[in-house]
T-cell receptor, first 111, second 115 residues
Framework: KNEVEQSPQNLTAQEGEFITINCSYSVGISALHWLQQHPGGGIVSLFM???GKKKHGRLIATINIQEKHSSLHITASHPRDSAVYIC?????????????FGKGTKLSVKP | GAGVSQSPRYKVAKRGRDVALRCDSI?????LYWYRQTLGQGSEVLTYSQSDAQRDKSGRPSGRFSAERPERSVSTLKIQRTEQGDSAVYLCASLRPGSVGTEAFFGQGTRLTVV
């Protein structure tokens, strides 16, 4: 079992739909990142969370530390949101704090 | 600039050749990770280093990957004897302690194609 699990692996939505991507982890963490990768390969850091909820435009990220779970929501989805969304956690392991990545969720938003 | 930059953006290498990829991180950042993404296999960490380490610590079982930090804000990932399975997007992430936890900054990546 991976230490960071994302679901779903693939997601197809119609423009305007509300989208949720989930991330569960099994290790103690100091922070969780949501990343967006477009087909060209570039990665954008969307959010860094250690507790609660953050909002940026149409994107909302939440984290529940007790349940070891985070969600990324996209409201009023648009074709330009099509990308791979990756959850990454920074572990609280000694002093190094490894980054562990989920395998990503491929989102495709149809017009 | 204010972000993390990687070069080159695209690299084509013949199988068996060595390649070197560069990451310019942000001054003052403590930890730098190299990782790669491949279709179907997701992401894996290759190596990471703390700010005062010249040599990076490999998280990979294979000795073909290594990283050096000639300057505190520069890291070079070296891949020896490239294989076709090394074709991937290679990214570096630079971390620093922030007021509310560790902040991570990601480069745009280098797309490596091994032919």
């Amino acid at each position: 079992k991976n230490e960071v699990e994302q679901s779903p692996q693939n997601l197809t939505a119609q423009e305007g739909e509300f989208i949720t991507i989930n991330c569960s982890y099994s290790v103690g963490i100091s922070a969780l990142h949501w990343l967006q990768q477009h087909p060209g390969g570039g990665i954008v850091s969307l959010f860094m969370l250690s507790s609660g909820k953050k909002k940026h435009g149409r994107l909302i990220a939440t984290i529940n530390i007790q349940e070891k779970h985070s969600s990324l929501h996209i409201t009023a989805s648009h074709p330009r949101d099509s990308a791979v969304y990756i959850c990454a956690v920074r572990c609280r392991k000694g002093s190094q704090g490894n980054l562990i990545f989920g395998k990503g969720t491929k989102l495709s938003v149809k017009p | 600039g204010a972000g993390v930059s990687q070069s080159p953006r695209y690299k084509v290498a013949k199988r068996g050749r060595d390649v070197a990829l560069r990451c310019d991180s942000i001054s003052g950042h403590v930890t730098l990770y190299w990782y790669r993404q491949t279709l179907g296999q997701g992401s894996e960490v290759l190596t990471y280093s703390q700010s005062d380490a010249q040599r990076d610590k490999s998280g990979r079982p294979s000795g073909r990957f290594s990283a050096e930090r000639p300057e505190r804000s520069v890291s070079t990932l070296k891949i020896q004897r490239t294989e076709q399975g090394d074709s991937a997007v290679y990214l570096c992430a630079s971390l620093r302690p922030g007021s509310v936890g560790t902040e991570a900054f990601f480069g745009q990546g280098t797309r490596l194609t091994v032919v």
